[in-house]
């Protein structure tokens, strides 16, 4: 999900920079659209990771909200989570099944 939103900021600096070669004032916008394009993959990468699932300890009568990302190669409709009680050790396998 992550490499399809990113914007590249490479590719976005070197497109302006061959046109600055030869209009030196595009030089400007490629300064500011490679320094915007970097700010926002970095505000990206900070909203992934703070929705990321992680291990975290879900307390009783509580609930927890996380996305996973899987890339498409890997989905598959049906999966496995397994949660894992802190007091016993002893795991429970949940089975999930996306609906379309």
Known sequence: MAEKVYTSTAGRIAGYGVGALLIWPLIIPAIIDGVKSYQANKSLNKDFLSKAAEDKT????????????????NYEKTFSMTL?????????????????
Request: charged letters at 25%; glycine letters at 0%; hydrophobic letters at 40%.
């Open 58 to 73: 879900i307390k009783a009568y509580s609930q927890m909200n996380s996305i996973v990302f899987v890339p498409i190669r």
């Open 84 to 100: 894992i009680d802190c007091e016993t050790k002893k795991p429970l396998t949940l089975t999930v099944d996306v609906e379309n």
